[in-house]
């Protein structure tokens, strides 16, 4: 794991610049793990605290072991660290994810399969994004009119933005590729897209009856003006592969 290898000057990485920059100098300068590193930037009652990944007891659930106990168990990997990233700039996000989780661990048990609910969080907490965009751009992205959304609507682009929240999503984009693809949460019906970018808001938005209908739509975030070089030219979204149509 090389955290110094972290190109922080990359759009996406624009929420958690801060902090990650004053945990991968933490790392570099005392040789410590994933967990230490992060612990630095955690705010005493806002934000959990990381531990090694050794805390979390054999036969413990992951979540179920956070809610009880404040403590994420945390691996010395690009993983962890965009997770524990993500914990520290949307703490009360994080906490509402892990609190269904857990509500639902408790419910149903731990099977072979999570469940719809279950499913709905991983996909947020893991690929998830948020966007808060003018109505034409929401309208061709629901459409998947990707030539609308990122070439005849171009210059919409200057009054949204795009929160990427998934983790993995995040460490994937450490290694930039064209192919990958974020699942944009749709807003409940009435919320305000730029307060939904809040933290506080955002938790609020959780909703579980609304997450079971699996309100995702597919964004290739390389896609999104201004994040990727080679989108400039409009040629870029000929790749069906990517940019698939609509059903």
């Given at each position: 794991?090389?955290?110094?290898?972290?190109?922080?000057?990359?759009?996406?990485?624009?929420?958690?610049?801060?902090?990650?920059?004053?945990?991968?100098?933490?790392?570099?300068?005392?040789?410590?793990?994933?967990?230490?590193?992060?612990?630095?930037?955690?705010?005493?009652?806002?934000?959990?605290e990381?531990?090694?990944?050794?805390?979390?007891?054999?036969?413990?659930?992951?979540?179920?072991?956070?809610?009880?106990?404040?403590?994420?168990?945390?691996?010395?990997?690009?993983?962890?660290?965009?997770?524990?990233?993500?914990?520290?700039?949307?703490?009360?996000?994080?906490?509402?994810?892990?609190?269904?989780?857990?509500?639902?661990?408790?419910?149903?048990?731990?099977?072979?399969?999570?469940?719809?609910?279950?499913?709905?969080?991983?996909?947020?907490?893991?690929?998830?994004?948020?966007?808060?965009?003018?109505?034409?751009?929401?309208k061709?992205?629901?459409?998947?009119?990707?030539?609308?959304?990122?070439?005849?609507?171009?210059a919409?682009?200057?009054?949204?933005?795009?929160?990427?929240?998934?983790?993995?999503?995040?460490?994937?984009?450490?290694?930039?590729?064209?192919?990958?693809?974020?699942?944009?949460?749709?807003?409940?019906?009435?919320?305000?897209?730029?307060?939904?970018?809040?933290?506080?808001?955002?938790?609020?938005?959780?909703?579980?009856?609304?997450?079971?209908?699996?309100?995702?739509?597919p964004?290739?975030?390389?896609?999104?003006?201004?994040?990727?070089?080679?989108?400039?030219?409009?040629?870029?979204?000929?790749?069906a592969?990517?940019?698939?149509?609509?059903?």
């Open positions: 794991m090389n955290l110094a290898a972290i190109d922080w000057a990359q759009t996406w990485l624009a929420p958690y610049r801060a902090i990650g920059e004053a945990a991968t100098a933490h790392a570099a300068l005392h040789t410590t793990s994933v967990a230490a590193a992060l612990q630095q930037g955690a705010m005493p009652g806002a934000s959990p990381f531990v090694p990944q050794f805390d979390l007891p054999a036969g413990q659930a992951y979540e179920a072991h956070i809610f009880q106990t404040g403590t994420v168990p945390t691996r010395d990997n690009l993983h962890d660290f965009f997770n524990g990233l993500v914990w520290l700039a949307y703490p009360k996000t994080k906490r509402r994810l892990n609190e269904l989780q857990s509500a639902e661990i408790a419910r149903r048990g731990i099977a072979s399969t999570r469940g719809p609910l279950r499913d709905a969080l991983t996909l947020f907490d893991e690929n998830g994004a948020v966007l808060d965009a003018p109505v034409a751009l929401w061709a992205l629901a459409a998947r009119d990707w030539h609308t959304l990122f070439v005849t609507q171009r919409l682009w200057a009054e949204a933005r795009l929160l990427v929240f998934g983790h993995a999503l995040l460490e994937k984009l450490a290694a930039p590729r064209k192919a990958l693809t974020a699942h944009v949460l749709l807003p409940l019906p009435g919320a305000d897209g730029q307060s939904a970018l809040d933290d506080r808001a955002l938790a609020r938005s959780l909703d579980p009856d609304y997450l079971v209908q699996k309100p995702f739509v964004l290739p975030v390389l896609g999104v003006p201004g994040w990727w070089p080679e989108n400039e030219s409009p040629d870029f979204y000929d790749d592969k990517v940019f698939r149509p609509g059903r």
